[in-house]
């Protein structure tokens, strides 16, 4: 028996990085897996590698695709266990160099989507008396950072609207738990793409990126398998860190003995 057998969980951002090993690790523990992606072609590729999963195209931040994406799943699968929102995007820049458009595009995907998948996912599980949401947020929420203006803006909404849909639910007994994860670095796309930008820009910090700790996709995964099953049950509105000491220590935390 898996640890989420017969949970039916729709995850965004599911075609890449954290998303997909949470796919993978979901659908190994005998969940059903959809997985919601702007990026159509590779969400279609990565839900054919995993038994059990199946693609829909959502572009999180507009809330009509995710009204019409919520209510297909709860008509086919006639419920909605988990709501993983790991859609996200960066762009580099301190306030000082942040444009009206960076600001925009990175709160659409982070604010807007995880506002609407949130509302969304709360108003089908609500009836059921149960489910579990699980906002992909940040240690740049707890940390800031010079170069993350906006992106670390966008995950401090996200874990105070994730601590708000939690209160909300306990104190209405709607049965709905509501909790961030707030990785470090971890080996994605998404943080290659910001070593390149580092390495073309600045080659000493890139330098610096070569020798501290990095995560492994499965490490979050791991942790939103234990968020989305029975096992966490009493875990509602809680910031959960996988960053391996990086947001208490002071300096960089080195590079770890390959596993
Ligand atoms: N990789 C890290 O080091 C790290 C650390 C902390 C937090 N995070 C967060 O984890 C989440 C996943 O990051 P990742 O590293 O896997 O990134 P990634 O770039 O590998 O994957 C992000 C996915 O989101 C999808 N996406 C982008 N815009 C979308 C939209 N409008 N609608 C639907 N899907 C959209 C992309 O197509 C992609 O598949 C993000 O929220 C990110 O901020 C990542």
Redesign the pocket.
């Known amino acids: 028996m898996g640890r989420v057998a017969n949970k039916v969980a729709l995850i ?8 997909l090993a949470s796919a993978h690790r979901l659908a190994e523990e005998g969940a059903t897996v959809i997985i ?4 159509q072609e ?1 969400g279609e590729a990565a839900a054919s590698q995993i038994s059990g999963a199946r693609f829909e195209l ?4 507009r809330e009509a695709n995710w009204i019409a994406l919520v209510d297909k799943v709860v008509a086919e699968h006639g419920r909605l266990d988990v709501l993983l929102n ?5 762009r580099l820049a301190s306030i000082e160099d942040t444009t009206e458009e960076m600001w925009r595009l990175v709160h659409a ?2 604010t807007d ?1 995880t506002f609407f998948g949130c509302k969304h996912a709360l108003r089908v599980m609500k009836p059921a008396g149960r489910g579990s949401i699980i906002n ?5 929420s707890i940390q800031g950072g010079p170069q993350i203006f906006s ?1 670390a803006a966008s ?1 401090s909404a996200i874990r105070g609207m994730t601590k708000s849909v939690a209160v909300l639910s306990a104190q209405s007994g709607y049965g709905v738990r509501c909790n961030s994860i707030h ?4 080996r ?4 290659e793409g910001v070593a390149a930008t580092v390495r073309e820009n600045d080659p000493d910090a890139a330098q610096a990126m070569e020798n501290i700790w990095v995560g492994e ?1 499965v490490d979050v995964a791991n942790m939103v398998l234990f968020l989305a099953s029975d096992e966490s049950s009493a875990v509602n509105g809680a910031a959960l860190v996988v960053d391996n000491t990086t947001t208490i220590t002071e300096g960089a935390v080195p590079k770890a003995v390959p596993r």
């Open positions: 965004t951002g599911g075609a890449s990085g954290l998303g919601a992606d702007i990026n590779q959502l572009d999180v931040s790991s859609a996200g995007i960066v995907v982070g989507g992909m947020c940040s240690t740049a992106y995950k990785p470090g670095n971890m994605t796309p998404m943080l996709p």
